[in-house]
């Protein structure tokens, strides 16, 4: 009963250091998403992958990279971290097109001083 | 493009009485339309789903919502608050089409008086 897991919970950065958010999904699903939250926003698309070697752009991209080499594993790495990326980040899966629903994982709270 | 607009920021209610959060769509396509809540300091989880097929949708926890395509309207309900759904309510539009992704709204916080 795993779904999507993501790692780690919790990070503080300093302005300029660079990390790695985990995400991981035991579904087989093809589309995985990475999205951020502001307070009292929703959520804002960062990048999505359609499948294994595939990815694209979202809304909110600049300063963030992926990859997807395989179905289950989606990381996000986050270069040269900034004031502005303060937020919490959601990894999300999900099976196909339109019709079917997103799970999500429980988020990771980063602050970047 | 699709988009959502959700109408209220804030909703407050008393314990026992009806929740109405209202939502708007804005899609080129056939949408599919969620509710999605998020108690505080945790995870998404799926209320409901319309993909057309009936238009009242009824979602775990008593909540119902009903699409209405004329109105480009996908409002939650529920006949009686509890306590506990006190959290923050998000509507989320697909239209299958363009990046295959779902776009949020900008949340309802709900809360609920005793």
């Known amino acids: 009963n795993a779904g999507v897991t993501q790692t780690p919970k919790f990070r503080i950065l300093k302005i300029g250091q660079s990390m790695t958010l985990q995400c991981t999904q035991d579904?087989?699903?093809?589309?995985m998403y990475w999205y951020r939250q502001d307070p009292g926003m929703g959520l804002k698309l960062i990048y999505y992958?359609?499948?294994?070697?595939?990815?694209d752009k979202g809304e909110v991209p600049n300063g963030y990279n992926v990859s997807r080499s395989t179905t289950e594993d989606f990381p996000l790495r986050l270069e040269l971290a900034a004031p502005s990326q303060t937020s919490v980040y959601f990894c999300a899966s999900r099976q196909g097109e339109s019709v079917t629903e997103a799970f999500f994982g429980q988020g990771t709270r980063l602050t970047v001083v | 493009a699709q988009s959502v607009t959700q109408l209220d920021s804030h909703v407050s209610v008393s314990e026992g009485t009806p929740v109405l959060l209202r939502c708007n769509y804005s899609s080129s396509y056939s949408p599919s339309l969620f509710w999605y809540v998020q108690h505080p300091n945790k995870g998404l989880q799926l209320l409901l789903k319309?993909?057309?097929?009936?238009?009242l949708v009824k979602g775990i926890n008593g909540f119902e919502a009903e699409f209405k395509k004329s109105e480009t309207s996908f409002h939650l309900t529920k006949p009686s608050a509890h306590m506990s759904d006190a959290a923050e309510y998000f509507c989320?539009?697909?239209?299958?089409?363009?990046?295959?992704?779902?776009?949020f709204g900008s949340g309802t916080r709900l809360q609920v008086q005793p």
């Open positions: 989320v539009v697909s239209d299958g089409a363009g990046r295959r992704a779902l776009t």
């Open positions: 319309y993909t057309s097929a009936a238009t």
């Open positions: 579904m087989n699903h093809n589309y």
């Open positions: 992958s359609v499948g294994a070697g595939i990815t």
